[in-house]
C-alpha cells in the first residue's frame, strides 16, 4: 500500500496534483465514509432545507399582492434556518473528512471507516461552534469592506486543520494560522479559487436540469399557476439530490486546504526534518 505523505512541502501545482493523487488512491474508503456518516444527514438537511426555502418562495409570492410590505413580510426566522441548515451541512461534511485525514496520517493508512465513528460527534459540536464564530468574523470584515473579508476568509480557512490535526484550541488555532500564512497568502488564496471554480463548475453542470426546469414553471407561473404547483414533489426530490451532490463536491475543497496546511507548516517550521535529525541523534552512541 502506497501512503500519501502529508508531511511535504509542495508548490501551487502540487498541492492540486496530490490532492487528487489522494482522491484517486482513497475513492472508496472516503466515498464510504461519506456513505455512512454524511449521506443520511445530508437527506435529512436537505429535505428541510428546500422545504424552507419553498415556504419562502410561498411569503415572497404573497408579499407581491397590493398593500403588503415586502420587508415586513419576508421571514427572517425561516432565512437564518436556512442558512443554519447549510452550515450544518458543511461542518457535518469537513468533519467526516477532517476526521477520515486525521486517522489516515496517525495511522498511516492502516484502518478501516467504522473507526471514525468514536470521534465524530465531538469534533462535529467544535467544528459547528468554530464554522460559526469564523463565519460571524469574516461577515464582519466584509460588512465594513469587502478586501479585509476574503483577506480574513483565507486565513481563517486555516483554523480547522490546526484544530485537527494539531488538536488546539479556537485561540491557539487562530494565532497560528496568521503565522504559518505568512509570505503564502496568495498561494493559498489560488489553491482556494480553483477548488471554489471547480466545485462551481460541476454544480452549474448537475443543476443545469433544475435550472431549466425552474425557468420552464416560472414562465407558466405568469398564466396563473401558484408556487405550490411550481414546487410539486419531483421538483423538490430532484432539487434535494442535486444539492446534496453539489455539497459531496466541497470534499475536494477541504483536502486541497488540508494538503496546503502541511505544506505551509512543512515550509515554515520543517517538524519532519526535525525530526530526522532528533533520531539521528538518538541512534548515535
Not at 397590493?66 to 469537513?94: D, E
Not at 462535529?124 to 480574513?152: D, E, Q, R
Request: proline share 3%; net charge positive.
Amino acid at each position: 500500500m502506497n501512503v500519501f505523505i502529508f508531511r511535504k512541502v509542495r508548490d501551487f501545482g502540487t498541492v492540486i496534483s496530490h490532492s487528487f493523487d489522494l482522491i484517486k488512491a482513497e475513492y472508496r474508503r472516503l466515498g464510504k465514509a461519506l456513505l455512512i456518516y454524511v449521506l443520511p444527514c445530508f437527506i435529512v438537511t436537505g429535505i428541510l432545507l428546500v422545504l424552507v426555502q419553498t415556504s419562502m418562495i410561498k411569503n415572497m409570492e404573497n408579499s407581491i399582492k397590493p398593500g403588503v410590505n415586502i420587508f415586513q413580510s419576508f421571514n427572517w426566522t425561516k432565512t437564518g434556518l436556512s442558512y443554519l441548515l447549510q452550515l450544518l451541512n458543511f461542518t457535518i461534511l469537513g468533519t467526516v473528512i477532517y476526521s477520515f485525514l486525521n486517522i489516515y496520517l496517525k495511522k498511516r493508512g492502516e484502518f478501516d471507516v467504522a473507526e471514525l465513528k468514536g470521534s465524530l460527534l465531538k469534533l462535529g459540536v467544535k467544528l459547528l461552534v468554530i464554522n460559526i464564530i469564523v463565519g460571524i468574523m469574516v461577515l464582519v470584515a466584509c460588512v465594513f469592506l469587502l478586501i479585509p473579508g476574503v483577506y480574513l476568509s483565507v486565513v481563517l480557512s486555516l483554523v480547522t486543520p490546526i484544530v485537527v490535526f494539531e488538536d488546539a484550541g479556537f485561540g491557539q488555532a487562530l494565532r497560528r494560522s496568521f503565522e504559518i500564512i505568512k509570505g503564502s497568502w496568495w498561494k493559498t488564496f489560488g489553491i482556494l479559487f480553483v477548488g471554489a471554480v471547480i466545485v462551481y463548475l460541476f454544480s452549474i453542470i448537475l443543476g443545469l436540469p433544475l435550472i431549466i426546469a425552474t425557468f420552464a414553471k416560472a414562465f407558466h407561473a405568469v398564466s396563473g399557476q401558484s408556487v405550490t404547483q411550481i414546487y410539486t414533489p419531483g421538483y423538490i426530490i430532484a432539487s434535494t439530490i442535486i444539492s446534496i451532490i453539489q455539497t459531496f463536491i466541497w470534499s475536494l475543497v477541504i483536502i486541497f486546504i488540508s494538503v496546503q496546511y502541511f505544506s505551509l507548516v512543512e515550509e515554515k517550521e520543517r517538524p519532519t526534518l526535525q525530526a530526522k535529525i532528533d533520531r539521528i541523534n538518538e541512534e548515535q552512541p
